[in-house]
């Protein structure tokens, strides 16, 4: 993750929305058109491999709650956090709901984003799980970004099944993996495996179950506590793990013998006032990471990457090319798309932006809050 190569006085030639060549010195003389980056950096596109993009309306009278003293978990019981967004959406028409979410997809594209990967979560019934997830097909058809789809019905438990938690995994498990799989409109499928929340015992069966319909697991897990999450997600061969903001030896070891990727959401901690999760330790040991948005409603409402690697450097004590790796191609990891996406490689999508005027890459994450990006190129078209 240290290893980041950088051409200087470079050129970079695009042929049919695919990188097709690159090097340095004079560019080929063959091409239609040329785009002169002046003094800013080419760079791979973010590769944003975790948020839940598609939500109905926002929660900041809830953070108010939060800076007055009352923990996310208290919130939650109040009736806040996730049943809140939950009971928005269930208000809201698959039409709003998807011109709320393509203004958060334009947002996230201007800020050097090119494939996102988007959950469901916050319907919580069967009809409501699948208009999230048509919604978020319906971004990647719409617009150039890369999307892939999760389904999270296993989000939280909604109020009509306080007291009947089981049942409502068994309508996860019998009626809405069915009916996602039924139209296809997953790739993935993903538990809130936490204290509080889905035991790794329920998450266990609704990973088996995904798991004969094609869906790939990825898992919130150690985002409030040591949960048994890591171990669970590993034990089911997740693509993923995601949070870990409580994570030990036997976690890491675990990780470092597996083929899942940790994904850090250093937005969330920042966001939340809660633990950060220990990349440093993590990296040292030999441990890969991919950091990701979160964006959401209630716990980092920003899908701004340039700021998550900034808050990776700052607050998880990454190195630059550390956080750049992990934004782009491990990222691109996380979500199954590392052959095609996260780096400037011959043959892949070409995903590039072009930054303002910077004297080198460890400028990036070190200007906090600034405005990196010049322009955007998805499938090789300026949409920046």
């Keep these: 993750m240290k290893e980041l190569n950088v051409l200087e006085n470079a050129w970079l030639a695009i042929t049919d929305n695919t990188i097709s060549d690159f090097g340095q010195g004079d560019p080929p003389q063959a091409a239609k058109e040329y785009i002169d980056a002046g003094e800013g950096i080419v760079m791979p596109a973010f590769c944003d491999s975790h948020t839940h993009l598609v939500y109905a309306g926002s929660r900041e009278n809830e953070y108010m709650h939060k800076v007055m003293g009352l ?4 919130i939650a019981r109040r009736g806040g956090g996730i049943l809140n967004s939950a009971r928005l959406l269930r208000n809201t ?20 984003t090119g494939a996102v990967e988007i959950k469901s979560g916050y319907g919580l019934t069967v009809k409501d799980e699948m ?9 990647g058809e719409e617009t150039p970004l890369t999307v892939k789809t999760t389904f999270l019905g296993a989000h939280a438990f909604p109020d009509e099944y306080h007291e009947d938690r089981n049942g409502y995994v068994d309508l996860i498990i019998k009626e809405m993996i069915p009916a996602v799989a039924s139209e296809s409109l997953a790739d993935f499928i993903d538990v809130f495996c936490e204290r509080g929340f889905f035991t790794p015992e329920q998450t266990s069966r609704i990973l088996e179950a995904g798991a004969k319909h ?6 919130h897990a150690n985002e409030l506590d040591f949960s048994g999450g890591i171990q669970t997600g590993v034990r089911h061969h997740a693509l993923s793990v995601d ?3 409580f994570t030990g030896k036997e976690e890491i070891e675990l990780l470092r013998n597996s083929s899942t990727m940790s994904t850090l959401l250093p937005g969330v901690s920042f966001f939340l006032g809660i633990d950060d999760a220990p990349a440093r330790t993590m990296i040292d040991s030999g441990l890969p990471v991919a950091l990701a948005s979160d964006y959401n409603p209630g716990s980092s409402p920003s899908g ?5 690697m900034s808050l990776g ?6 190195l630059p090319p550390e956080v750049i790796n992990a934004g782009t191609l491990n990222g691109a990891y996380a979500i199954g798309i590392e052959r095609s996406h996260g780096t400037i490689t011959k043959g892949k999508k070409a995903n590039v932006l072009i930054t303002k005027p910077v004297s080198n890459m460890n400028y990036l994450p070190y200007a906090y809050g600034s405005q990196h990006v010049k322009s955007v190129y998805l499938g090789g078209e300026l949409v920046q």
């Design 71 to 74: 923990s996310y978990e208290e």
């Design 93 to 112: 028409s698959e039409k709003e709901l998807f011109r709320q979410t393509m203004v958060r997809a334009q947002e996230i594209m201007s800020f050097g």
């Design 131 to 139: 208009k999230m997830l048509r919604v978020a097909r319906r971004i």
């Design 214 to 219: 094609d869906l790939q697991p990825k898992i």
């Design 243 to 245: 949070h870990l903001e």
């Design 304 to 308: 701004n990457m340039f700021f998550v």
């Design 313 to 318: 450097m700052i607050r998880l004590r990454m």
